[in-house]
C-alpha cells in the first residue's frame, strides 16, 4: 500500500435509486506502525458542520456525532469496523485572520481532516479538489468539503475550495450545502488490494497516463501527442502518482522545451508548486513564456512563484495594475503589487477595500528603500489604523526618508485616530496619540492602550 493507492473499504450510497455501493478511499499518509490515513476520494454526503447557529468547535459539533454515530455503523460491516483505528484528533486554532479556538482534543475513529493535514498531504491544490457522488449532490451539495478546524470566526468552520486551496476563513457552521470527505486510520493489512497498477493499464493520451501515474508509458504517447496545456492539467489532477511520474520523466529528459513550458504553466495554475518551481529554475524559458507564467502565478496569488519568475526576468508592467483595479481577492492582489510595485499609485481606490494589501505594500516597498511612495497615498494612515497595522504604522512613521519629507497633516493623524477608535482598536489609538502627539499637539497617553478608546 503506497501514498496516492485508491483502496475499496466499506459501504455507501452512490447513486439516487440502488444499493450502496463499495466507498473508495484514497491513501494519505502510512505511518511507521503500517496503519494508513484514508481519504475518501468523493465527496460522499453533504450535511451542516453543526446543525444550530452559534459558536461551536470539532469537539462539540453534531458532524463529528454523526460520522461517529451513524456514518460509521452504516457504512462499515463488524469486521471492518474492528480495523478501524482510534485516531487523536488534535484541536487546532485558527490564526490565520484573529485566533480562532480550536477546543480540546478528541479521540475519534471517523473524522474530518485538520488544517495541518489539509496543506501538508496533498502537493498541489489541484489534488485537494473531489466530485460529488449523485447520492451526495441530491441536496444541491457544492464541492466544497468541511475540515474539522474552525474558520475565520468561532461559528464558522475551515473548507477546502472548489478550487482545492484550503480556505481558512470558511463557512458559516449552519450551512447545510457544504460536502462531506470524512477521512479514517486502518490497520495493516486491513483493506483489500488497490485497483490495477496503473502500469499495467493501456492509456492513449500522455495526459491521462501521466495523471494515473503510468510514467513508462508517456514517452512514446508523446511522439504521437505532443503534450498540450490542457493535457498537461488533466495529468496534474490524478495526484501524487501524477508528480512523481511529471518528476521521472523530467530526470530522463523526456519533455523537449515546448512540453516544459505547459507544464510548468499547468502547474502554476492548479497549484503545483514544487513542480513548477523545478520547471522555471531548471528550464531558460523566454521573456513571452516567463510573463505567460507570471500571468498565471498572479491569478494564483502564489507569491512565491510571482517572485521567483520576477527573478527571472518576467514583466508585469500593465497586466498588474489593471488586476489591481478589477477587485483581486487579497491574495492575488498582493502577487500583482509584487509584480509592478509602481500599480500601487495608481490603483489606490482599489487597494483601499483589501487593507491586507495595504499593509504588505508598506513592508513590500520598506525592503525596497521606497516608502516616501506610500507615504503619498491618500487617507494610507486611516487605513492602517483601521486595521491595527501596527507594525506598518511604525515601519512608516519611523522612516527616516519619510520623516524627511514629513507628507502627513495634523488632519492625518486625528483622522486616523477616529478610524481606530470606530473600529476599537485601543492599541493603534494610543501609539498613534503617544508617539506622534508632538505632530499635532494632542495628549500622550501611555501604558492603558483601551482608555484610549
Not at 484514508?38 to 460520522?67: A, F
Not at 482510534?86 to 485558527?94: F, K, P, S, T
Not at 441530491?138 to 475551515?158: D, I, M, N
Request: aromatic fraction near 8%; charged fraction near 20%; charge should be negative.
Amino acid at each position: 500500500m503506497r501514498v496516492g493507492d485508491i483502496i475499496p473499504f466499506g459501504s455507501w450510497p452512490q447513486k439516487l435509486e440502488g444499493p450502496s455501493l463499495p466507498l473508495h478511499w484514497r491513501v494519505l499518509e502510512v505511518r511507521d506502525d503500517g496503519s494508513a490515513l484514508l481519504l475518501t476520494r468523493d465527496i460522499i454526503e453533504c450535511r451542516s458542520y453543526h446543525d444550530s447557529r452559534g459558536n461551536i468547535t470539532w469537539q462539540n459539533c453534531n458532524l463529528r456525532q454523526w460520522l461517529n454515530g451513524v456514518f460509521a455503523p452504516r457504512a462499515f460491516s463488524p469486521q471492518e469496523r474492528q480495523r478501524l483505528m482510534l485516531e487523536h484528533c488534535e484541536a487546532e486554532n485558527n490564526n490565520a485572520f484573529r485566533k480562532v479556538l480550536g477546543g480540546g482534543d478528541t479521540e475519534d475513529y471517523v473524522f474530518c481532516l485538520g488544517l495541518d493535514q489539509a496543506q501538508r498531504l496533498f502537493d498541489a491544490d489541484a489534488m485537494r479538489q473531489a466530485q460529488l457522488t449523485p447520492y451526495a449532490q441530491r441536496a444541491h451539495s457544492t464541492r466544497w468539503w468541511w475540515l474539522r478546524a474552525p474558520g475565520g470566526h468561532q461559528f464558522a468552520a475551515a473548507t477546502v475550495a472548489e478550487q482545492g486551496f484550503v480556505d481558512y476563513n470558511g463557512f458559516h457552521a449552519s450551512l447545510d450545502c457544504i460536502g462531506v470527505r470524512p477521512a479514517i486510520v486502518v490497520a495493516p493489512c486491513a483493506v483489500d488490494a488497490p485497483w490495477t497498477p496503473a502500469e499495467a493499464m493501456d492509456f492513449t493520451h500522455a495526459g491521462v497516463a501521466l495523471r494515473y501515474g503510468a510514467a513508462a508509458q508517456v514517452p512514446a504517447l508523446l511522439h504521437r501527442e505532443r503534450l498540450r496545456a490542457e493535457t498537461a492539467e488533466v495529468a496534474l489532477t490524478g495526484g501524487n502518482p501524477s508528480i512523481d511520474a511529471i518528476n521521472s520523466l523530467l530526470d530522463q529528459g523526456v519533455f523537449d522545451h515546448s512540453d516544459r513550458f505547459h507544464l510548468c504553466l499547468s502547474a502554476v495554475r492548479v497549484g503545483a508548486s514544487h513542480l513548477a518551481q523545478r520547471l522555471v529554475e531548471e528550464s531558460c524559458f523566454d521573456q513571452t513564456h516567463l510573463n505567460w507564467l507570471l500571468k498565471a502565478a498572479v491569478e494564483r496569488g502564489s507569491l512565491p512563484l510571482t517572485e521567483l519568475v520576477i527573478s527571472c526576468g518576467a514583466s508585469g508592467e500593465g497586466y498588474a495594475a489593471a488586476y489591481l483595479k478589477a477587485g483581486a481577492r487579497p491574495a492575488s492582489a498582493l502577487c500583482a503589487l509584487a509584480a509592478e510595485p509602481q500599480a500601487a499609485l495608481g490603483c489606490w481606490e482599489a487597494m483601499q477595500t483589501l487593507p491586507a494589501v495595504t499593509g504588505f505594500a508598506v513592508g513590500f516597498f520598506q525592503r525596497r528603500g521606497q516608502l516616501q511612495l506610500v507615504a503619498q497615498l491618500p487617507h494610507v494612515l486611516e487605513v492602517l489604523a483601521r486595521e491595527n497595522c501596527l507594525d506598518e504604522l511604525r515601519l512608516l512613521l519611523a522612516d527616516e526618508s519619510v520623516q524627511a519629507a514629513d507628507p502627513f497633516e495634523a488632519a492625518s493623524y486625528l483622522e486616523a485616530i477616529e478610524a481606530a477608535k470606530r473600529a476599537g482598536h485601543g492599541a493603534a489609538v494610543a501609539f498613534l496619540l503617544d508617539a506622534h502627539a508632538t505632530k499635532f499637539g494632542g495628549p500622550r497617553v501611555t501604558g492603558h492602550p483601551n482608555l484610549a478608546l
